[in-house]
């Protein structure tokens, strides 16, 4: 069987371009499985345009298979539009229920694939901002590879209490990524994160073009191949 290797990408703050990166991550190196489990806005599944189907909470909600859309023979997104509308209606009281399904799915995730026979060895999970860390300390002892995204926000003052949070949620990554940046301000980050990301114009939102857009970029696309490299070696 085919090893495969779960990555999660979390953030302690929203709009950092978690889905960005996760969509970066999936397009570069192929072989991969998307999982939209950010059930606060499920932008992977839109992105991607997943068809409105049962996607990861289908197991729990119905008992039936998720749905998978192939976007290439070698990418693939499991939507999440029932943990997003589901969201919207019960806010932080679902909460709780999705973050043990998360779990669920990350442990069963290697025999979900060698099931279903597909070109996968890394699934992608795109997260809600401020995952539990609990949740996040249990993924950490299955072995889950967890890219911790942020913004500028991470490399400039901040309080200490911010400080102290950003301090909590890295203490749980395997990898550190400070996003969106302008160039003036690449040189300051590299010297406290190991990957960085420039800031690009998107000229098409949509999942792969968004992704040839970061990747466009040389100094991204070696960011970009730098994350696979780990991944591969973790």
């Known amino acids: 069987m085919r090893t495969v290797k779960i990555v999660v990408i979390s953030s302690l703050d929203g709009g950092v371009g ?5 969509s970066a991550l999936g397009v570069e190196k192929g072989m991969a499985l998307l999982v939209d489990m950010d059930w606060e806005k499920a932008d992977l599944s839109q992105l991607f ?6 996607g990861w909470l289908a197991p ?25 509308e589901i969201y919207q209606r019960e806010g932080e009281d679902a909460v709780s229920g999705f973050s043990e399904a998360l779990l669920e799915w990350a442990e069963f995730f290697p025999k979900f694939v060698a099931k279903l026979r597909i070109p996968v060895d890394v699934v992608i999970l795109d997260t809600p901002a401020a995952l539990r860390t609990e949740i996040l300390a249990k993924l950490q002892k299955m072995g889950a590879y967890n ?13 200490d209490i911010k400080s102290e ?11 550190a990524v400070v ?5 003036d301000e690449l040189k300051m980050a590299k010297k406290i994160a190991p990957v960085t990301i420039r800031r690009v114009k998107i000229r098409e939102y949509y999942g792969e073009a968004i992704a040839n857009d970061l990747l466009r970029e040389r100094e ?9 490299t780990r991944i591969k070696t973790a």
């Open 49 to 54: 345009r997943a068809p409105r189907k049962p």
């Open 18 to 22: 978690k889905t960005t990166i996760s």
């Open 220 to 228: 991204n696309k070696k960011s970009i191949e730098h994350i696979i």
């Open 179 to 183: 996003n969106m940046l302008e160039k």
């Open 165 to 175: 949070q950003y301090r909590r949620y890295l203490t749980y990554s395997s990898l």
């Open 147 to 159: 890219i911790f995204v942020a913004d500028r926000r991470l490399i400039s003052r901040i309080s």
């Open 60 to 84: 729990f909600l119905k008992g039936t298979a998720p749905n998978l859309h192939r976007v290439n023979p070698m990418l693939y997104v499991m939507p999440g539009y029932e943990a997003y």
